[in-house]
Structure formats: structure tokens, C-alpha cells
């Protein structure tokens, strides 16, 4: 059975590139358009790992980590920061928040699928 990753981004070019390097290396891929759309999916899918942005509309990385982190079947998903944010102080925030790890954008589609590997297999 697929793994199935959830892609949490407003931009719709980074979701689709997402989506295509993922699905092409096997997984099963469902897409947000921000942090809202990504939690209430969440909540209605099997998701074994989250890709998410930070910066977005309505709710933004940090935060989605912080309320799929409060729910007990997403407590221990690796969740993976991918964004254009690079700073220490952000990297802090995130691990704070309960990420996993962290890509910069613009990312290369084989480190993502050895990253994503690595993590959920």
C-alpha cells in the first residue's frame, strides 16, 4: 500500500511539482491550498507524512504543525518544513513547533524523494 504525503502550499506550482515528484516515486499525494485545508484533510485521510509551507493565507506552517502536533494520530507523523525560510531563528520556530526537518525552496526533486525516503520509507 502507498504512502500517502500531504502537500500543504498556497502556491499551486510548488504543490504540482510536489505532487508530481512524489507520485512518480510511488506515493499517493493530497494537496492543500493552506494550512486549514491541510488540518481538516488531515482529519479525514491516513496521512504518513506532511509537507507544508509556512508562509500561507489563513493559517500558516508553524501553526498547522502546532494543531496536527495536538492530535494524538498526528502526535509522531514526520512533518517536513518546506519553504523559502532559511533563517536559524525560523528553523528554532519550527522544531519548536514539532517539525520534523526542514527544505528550502527552490528544491531539488531527488533530495526531496531521498528526504521523504528516509523519513516514511
Known sequence: MAKTVLAVDDSASIRQMVSFTLKSAGYDVVEAVDGMDGLEKAKTKSINLVLT?????????????????????????????LTTESSDAMKAQGRAAGATGWL??????????????????
Open 53 to 81: 509551507d509556512q508562509n500561507m493565507p489563513r493559517m500558516d506552517g508553524l501553526t498547522l504543525i502546532k494543531s496536527l502536533r495536538s492530535m494524538p494520530q498526528y502526535a509522531k507523523t514526520p512533518i517536513l518544513m
Open 104 to 121: 528550502v525552496k527552490p528544491f531539488d526533486p531527488q533530495k526531496l524523494i531521498e528526504v521523504v525516503r528516509k523519513v516514511i520509507g
